[in-house]
């Protein structure tokens, strides 16, 4: 079955889904269209609004129910998977509450009487992964919807059952049918979606690949496209930096969701001064983790989202030290676990020559380098295919602040790893991608911002 649930943890087949047939998505399509047309462009801010602040309220009434799905799917920490249904609750609400005023008409001070009004432009279609499985979709939605569009998602292959709970949440709040749309579909039928002159415009959260697959698609037919895709985020710790402070954060940093964040800290540049303490410390607190059932709170290290995803890493470690790096510790699947669990790692002595010196390790997996000060650490920082985030550790703000506006990202955190909030816009550049999501940015990627002007 294309679109199948396995727990992660045990390997257990839950649930599988058929794709839909080219019947099913073309009155699927219609639907949607004709929801836009008829119902969801005309309402006000006031009615939409009703819709998504009820499915935030709905959300967080059965924050456990929602957050066992996620750990169920793709197997992430209970704890976190509550974390993340409130965080997606708090990006509906947000967006519920400030989209009329971010799109509040513009009155510009030209001769006559000129105003740019910021309008719906149609049907959008996201594409997105399972590593947030409902975060991902309320980044995409909740400011389409507000803005009037409607939007069709076709999720990961791996979070069916989420996919289905954020649909008839949305269905249950009282979204008339069409407004928000799952699909259950084929790579073709992605194509066929994108082609399809209903469609206006593509957003893809997920990988380089498919970012140019979609995006592809999407500029033959002259359509807009976002994408928010990779990244390998830098961690720099400055000579002044707090220690015990930079390590905590580089620990929540690679660890969280089991390292499989595009904004994860994944390259550790430390300078000289304190890289062997850091790293000491580094290295220690990665060997606390404890694997376990992801849905036992007492685990603190949940499993990959598939032995596939384990595989991967693992090969690129085995890859990282054919061409020289050297294991600090860890580099291995934790045995006696059914589920596809990786040891915390730290990889050392990645030369710019190294294949991997460039990928994104998706995983508990650190690439760590020392350098000898803070030049030479924005350099390795940006010697990166990817532009996605970054944090810089310094005691002087300003230092900080200077450091971080030489980073070729679309974000960076001074003090703390990658956090995500919903006034804080998110994305990339470089082959992280582009657009934002996020704040105020991102409910102005699809609208027609459109002058009226009497003469
Ligand atoms: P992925 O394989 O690119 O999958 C993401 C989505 O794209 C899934 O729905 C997938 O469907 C679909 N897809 C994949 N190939 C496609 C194709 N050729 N045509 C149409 N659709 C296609 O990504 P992943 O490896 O699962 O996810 C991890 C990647 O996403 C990492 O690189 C991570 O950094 C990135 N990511 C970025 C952000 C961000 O905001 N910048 C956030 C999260 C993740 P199937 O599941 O059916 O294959």
């Not at 396995?6 to 004709?34: C, F, H, R, V």
């Not at 209970?78 to 971010?102: N, R």
């Not at 830098?234 to 940093?253: M, T």
């Amino acid at each position: 079955m294309a679109y199948q649930s396995t727990n992660p943890y045990n390997g257990e087949i839950l649930k599988s889904y058929g794709d839909i047939d080219d019947a099913e998505l073309e009155s699927k399509l219609t639907a949607a269209q004709a929801c836009f047309e008829q119902v969801w462009r005309h309402k006000s801010f006031a009615e939409r609004k009703a819709v998504l602040s009820r499915a935030a309220a709905l959300m967080r009434e059965r924050t456990q129910a929602f957050a066992e799905l996620i750990t169920i799917e793709m197997g992430k920490l209970i704890a976190q998977s509550e974390g993340e249904v409130k965080l997606s609750a708090a990006i509906l609400d947000y967006y519920a509450e400030h989209a009329e005023s971010f799109l509040a008409p513009e009155k510009l001070a030209a001769k006559g009487d000129a105003v740019v009004e910021s309008s719906p432009i149609g049907v959008l279609f996201g594409v997105e992964p399972w590593n947030y499985p409902y975060y991902q979709i309320a980044r995409f939605a909740a400011p389409n919807l507000m803005a009037g569009n409607v939007v069709m998602v076709k999720h990961a292959s791996n979070v069916p059952q989420c996919a289905l709970a954020f649909e008839r949440l949305l269905e249950e709040a009282g979204a008339p049918v069409g407004a928000y749309t799952n699909l259950f579909i084929s790579k073709d039928q992605v194509a066929q979606v994108i082609d399809d002159d209903r469609i206006r415009a593509v957003a893809l959260t997920g990988s380089e690949g498919a970012g140019a697959v979609v995006a592809q698609r999407a500029g033959k037919n002259l359509k807009k496209s976002t994408l928010e895709l990779g990244g390998s985020d830098a961690f720099i710790v400055l000579d002044d930096a707090d220690l015990d402070s930079a390590v905590k954060h580089a620990v929540s940093g690679r660890m969280g969701n089991s390292g499989q964040a595009c904004t994860a800290s994944k390259r550790f540049i430390v300078v000289e001064a304190l890289a062997d303490r850091f790293l000491e410390k580094f290295q220690t607190a990665l060997q606390g983790f404890e694997a376990g059932d992801p849905m036992d709170r007492q685990t603190t290290l949940a499993p990959l989202s598939s032995v596939q995803a384990l595989e991967t890493l693992l090969g690129q470690v085995d890859e990282a030290v054919a061409h020289g790096a050297r294991i600090v510790m860890g580099g291995q699947r934790i045995e006696g676990q059914r589920g596809a669990f990786m040891q915390p790692t730290i990889l050392t002595d990645i030369e710019a020559a190294n294949p991997t010196y460039k990928q994104e390790f998706f995983g508990p997996v650190a690439l760590f380098f020392r350098v000898p000060d803070e030049a030479a650490a924005v350099a390795l920082a940006n010697d990166s295919p990817f532009g996605l985030g970054g944090s810089v550790f310094t005691q002087d703000l300003e230092r900080g602040k200077r450091v971080a506006r030489q980073i070729d990202t679309g974000m960076v955190f001074i003090n703390s790893a990658a956090v995500s909030m919903p006034d804080l816009p998110f994305g990339g550049v470089k082959n992280s991608g582009y657009g934002r999501e996020l704040s105020s940015a991102g409910i102005q990627e699809f609208v027609n911002k459109k002058l009226i002007r009497v003469a």
